[in-house]
């Protein structure tokens, strides 16, 4: 007897979703592993939680499964791990070398059989670049890099060697010397500047203005970069910035590009600094914003950009989970 394994995901808990998905992984199964359905003793699905509409067992007998015994089960909540996902074991009676199959967003689930995927989420800032990956990131299981906070700790360590933003020649010498290292610490981003966790300082607006000074000089960016494409060349990751389709990773296998009004971004920075008790100004944040969209946007070297295959999204008048489904619902058409 061999037993095969699979899994898929599905976008909403909904009796004709968990069909679809079910009929698919059965199908997808049958096919890459040359079965024929009588040797398909049992079935055995189990699903997440947050799947209540409908029984996988029911849905695979409805797919023409009608022959071998079925059984579904709910697997316990576990903080951290992938949503709406339905697993399966098939109990087969031949011997073989089993193809295992893992769709869509299941695919994370095995790394070792499925090769890794990297997201790119680019744009100006407050599109909600950040707030998405991170979610992204979550219901995925996938590491989310920050690459603004990379260029913000290049721009603290130029203030406090008070070096000028566009020193080129003293930004190819702290760039020699810089010892800045990205960590992890319960799934969250820790930016470390010498040895000093910096991830808060690199939040105020005068360090936003200098990181889009000094990543306008190649010295910086072509250190970030390496840095980047190590992580992502490692694993799976969603990457967000302004070049990461462009330039850090043309290759990228998911593309985004968001956007939004400038008053609606301006809001969302300004929303963000007063509920950490600091006290701005929203005209000049706002200023401050278009005016490093500009620089961002013109400078030479991997400005920030649309790559002409990311999937551009404005995000003006959409929640958070909205883009959140709009952008995993764009992955899914492609996985
Ligand atoms: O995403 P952020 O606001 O934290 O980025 C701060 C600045 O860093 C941004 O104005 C430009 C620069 N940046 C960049 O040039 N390339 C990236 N991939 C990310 C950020």
Redesign the pocket.
Known sequence: MVIIRGATTIERDEKIEIQRAVKELLEQIEMRNSLTRSEIMSIVFSSTSDIHSYYPAKAAREAGFEHCSLFSAMEPDIEGSLKLCIRVMLFIEKNFTPCHIYLRGAKVLRKDIVSKMNIALDGP?GSG??TVAKEVAKDYNILYL????M??ACALKAMQAKIAFDDEERLIELMKEIDLSIEYEGGVQKTVLDGRDVSEEIRLPEV?MA??TV?KCPCVRVKMVEKQREIAQKMSCVL?????GTY?LPEADFKFFLTARPEVRAKRRYDELVSKGHAVDFEELKADIVK?DEQ?ATREFAPLKKADDAVEVDTSDMTISEVVAFVKSKMQEKI
């Open positions: 800032a670049k950040s920050d690459t603004g906070a260029y913000r936003s990181a889009s990543s967000d910035g302004r070049d990461i850090v490093r961002d």
